[in-house]
């Protein structure tokens, strides 16, 4: 069965700060690779995604992500964090056999 | 145009009750799907609706609960009757396009059985 293992449950930086978040899936198949946040009382919001090409894609707020298959990892990076960022993160992988699956999260905060 | 939305957004109920939580996806979106999460863990998949009819009900965790799609518009999941280990957030999503699209979420319902 497919899993998303997400390496951190909870990060705490200071703004300016880089940040990784940590995403590995177990998958052997075609995947579709994709971050969630969902900011204090807001609805989960797609971050970016990941379908075929330039495995190093750019999402919303100067986030990115890299996907490298042979390490089966999709890292979330931004350089330089803002307060506004404390939000929830989550890693989603949609495989070609129907399903989707996420990880369980990950809390950042940052400290102004 | 309108997102994703749940009712309630909050359910208390005692064990042996029965709730129905309610999903109105994004007009027009064929795709729906519900999730649950419990404590703080992963948002685990439960079923996927096209239009009406059930794609995929495999993360449906027994027989006390039970979706509907009437029509292909709205959602309703029903649990009958409602055990302690059903508590969580239960979120909808839908998506025009089932390959993998992005899927829009509601607020969620957080149940809580006593």
């Known amino acids: 069965a497919q899993s998303v293992s997400q390496h951190n449950h909870h990060v705490i930086l200071s703004e300016a700060a880089s940040l990784e978040l940590g995403c590995n899936y177990s998958?052997?198949?075609?995947?579709?690779l994709f971050w969630y946040v969902q900011y204090p009382g807001q609805h989960l919001q797609l971050l970016l995604k990941y379908f075929s090409g330039d495995p190093l894609v750019k999402g919303i707020k100067g986030f990115e992500a890299e996907f490298i298959k042979s390490k089966f990892s999709f890292n979330l990076r931004k350089p330089s964090v803002q307060w506004s960022d404390t939000a929830e993160y989550f890693c989603?992988?949609?495989?070609?056999?129907?399903?989707?699956?996420f990880g369980d999260g990950t809390t950042l905060t940052v400290k102004p | 145009e309108a997102g994703v939305t749940q009712f309630p957004s909050h359910s208390v109920i005692e064990k042996g009750q029965t709730v129905t939580l309610r999903c109105d996806p994004i007009s027009g979106h064929d795709n729906l799907y519900w999730y649950r999460r419990v404590m703080g863990k992963e948002i685990k998949f439960l079923l996927h609706f096209v239009k009406e009819s059930k794609q995929d009900e495999s993360g449906m965790p027994n027989n006390r609960f039970l979706a509907e799609r009437t029509g292909g518009t709205y959602s309703t999941l029903k649990v009958q009757p409602a055990e302690l280990e059903d508590s969580g957030v239960y979120f909808c999503?839908?998506?025009?396009?089932?390959?993998?699209?992005?899927?829009?979420f509601g607020p969620g319902t957080r149940l809580t059985v006593l």
């Open positions: 989603a992988v949609y495989t070609n056999a129907g399903k989707s699956t």
């Open positions: 998958y052997g198949g075609t995947v579709n």
């Open positions: 999503a839908s998506s025009q396009t089932r390959q993998g699209d992005e899927q829009f």
